[in-house]
């Protein structure tokens, strides 16, 4: 489907360089399948929850120290 949409020449540019595309539709379709990825991400993260670890800074030390000397960080 054509559209007409007026698009701020300098966003274009830079949304080119980071996406590394070339055409306008290249660089708006990367564009939005990005910012419908990013969505669906932030709606999966909430859908998780928090929980409350209660874990102090030692806390994490250790847990860190003993999956080193482990090898679970492998």
């Known amino acids: 489907m054509r ?7 300098e966003l274009l ?5 980071e996406f590394r595309t070339e055409g ?6 990367t564009g939005l ?3 419908i990825r990013r969505h ?3 709606k999966f993260r909430r859908s998780l ?6 874990l102090t ?7 860190r120290d003993d ?3 482990t090898g679970l960080d492998r």
């Open 3 to 9: 559209r007409t949409v007026v698009i701020d020449d």
């Open 49 to 54: 929850g928090t929980w409350d670890l209660n």
């Open 13 to 17: 540019e830079e949304a080119k360089k």
């Open 24 to 29: 306008v539709r290249e660089t708006i379709e």
């Open 40 to 42: 669906r991400l932030d």
């Open 33 to 35: 399948r990005e910012a």
């Open 67 to 69: 999956s080193c000397r």
């Open 57 to 63: 800074q030692e806390d994490l030390e250790k847990m």
